[in-house]
């Protein structure tokens, strides 16, 4: 049985019923509508079901080939397929001009009926899972998919969905790992460009020499090697986003052709003579401070201020601390769903730890630290803060116990002014370095220059 529902518009009662009953009979529901005005209703009622609309050229309240455009824009994943029974070659080409799927004269036979309307169905099909699929997509890069609620991501979401409706080239600007692409991604399904390409390219992950090939594309035989043509980003992204991270890497010749393709929206490719033109919207990042950049001279103040349209600060992880728990439970519950397995359990030390943590590498790397404690942690067992990466079990302790102070003689009865601060520091000293030594108490007493009883004696008076 389709799927997929035939709205049939005709005014001849009789004809109707019998291609009705014909596609009934090979497994499509059908709707019947013996005018326009129906046939409209209907398929405003029901655009969500309908994948092909069988409709008279001529009705007695309008004709089919007038109302191509109302039919496309009620429902815009069906198809088209008019029937007529007096036909011109020129129709004919008018309505596959206008949209309409194929163009049948009334009296086919029923064969031939069944199999334009089989292959309508399908493209329609096709048509709505695709639209599906982009959805699905567009859903998991919007700005309400960004995960926290800190003042400063807020701030910086405020201002992406702003300059999104608009065509305006936008510099992202923060530190690696912080998810500056992952705005470019939402500023892009938040445009009026969604449904176009969205193409992102790392500009330091190529050789500068075949950076601009990449972009820009090339002739056959423009160089050695180049035994076919080759499509650049810029023609891939046409009608929608390109994004160059790490622009800052471009190299000089290429900043030069980026500048005229932003001005102009056309490029030449390499070993062409002819320019290639397109509608190519830019989105940049760099973890640099650009404008210095420009204004030592490494970089092309001209292109600088092209980009630059409007910059948008990424804050970095440290800037939303508060954010981090929440991150956290989101890479713990993905990678349970990619590992097949229930959602790691943080215990509340090892998210104190996580929260102590200055994260220099930002969402990225907590995402690392919660895919490997969700490999490696045992089923049903919480993630201690022991089984964190040291430097994290560091963050803590210091937090705990406040930096750490200038290392103490380890002497059994050390003689100070203020005993019960020496004890402290030498309590914050030794749970360092049991720490560094990854708990291995024999490497612990060497590093520290103490006998192994010593250390026991320590660890057990200061409760280690």
Known sequence: MSECTILLIDDEELLRLAVARTLELEGYPVLQAANAYTGLQLLADHANEIGVILSDVKLPDGRGLDLLPRYR???????????????????????????????????????????????????????????????????HYTFEAMVGHSPALAEAKRAAQQVAATEATVLL????????????????????????????????????????????????????????????????????TLFLDEIGELAPEAQAKLLRALESQEFTKLGDNRPTRVNVRVVAATNRNLKQEADAGHFRLDLYYRLSVVVLRVPPLSARRGDVPVLAHFFAQHFATQLRQRPLVLSAEAMQALEAYAWPGNVRELRNVLERASILTPPGQPLAATDLPLEVQLAALETQLG????????????????????????????????????????????????????LYRKLEEYGL
């Open 73 to 139: 824009a009620l429902a815009p994943l069906a198809e088209v397929v008019l029937m007529t029974a007096y036909g011109t070659i020129a129709d004919g080409v008018r309505a596959m001009r206008e949209g309409a799927f194929d163009y049948l004269a009334k009296g086919d036979a029923d064969e031939r009926l069944v199999v334009v309307v089989d292959r309508a169905a399908e493209k329609a099909r096709l048509r709505r899972r695709v639209a599906d699929l982009e959805k699905k997509v567009g859903s």
């Open 173 to 240: 600007e923060g530190p690696t790992g912080a998810g500056k692409e992952l705005f470019a991604q939402a500023i892009h399904y938040a445009s009026p460009r969604r449904s176009k390409p969205f193409v992102a390219v790392n500009c330091s992950a190529f050789p500068k020499e075949l950076l601009e090939s990449e972009l820009f594309g090339y002739r056959k035989g423009a160089f050695t090697g180049a035994n076919t043509d080759k499509k650049g980003l810029f023609e891939e992204a046409n009608g929608g």
């Open 403 to 454: 930096p750490p102070p200038p290392t103490p003689s380890l002497d059994p009865d050390p003689a100070a002014d203020d005993p019960r601060l020496l004890r402290n520091a030498e309590k914050h000293h030794i749970q360092r370095m049991l720490l560094e030594c990854h708990g291995n108490k024999a490497a612990t007493a060497r590093v520290l220059g103490i006998a192994h009883t010593t």
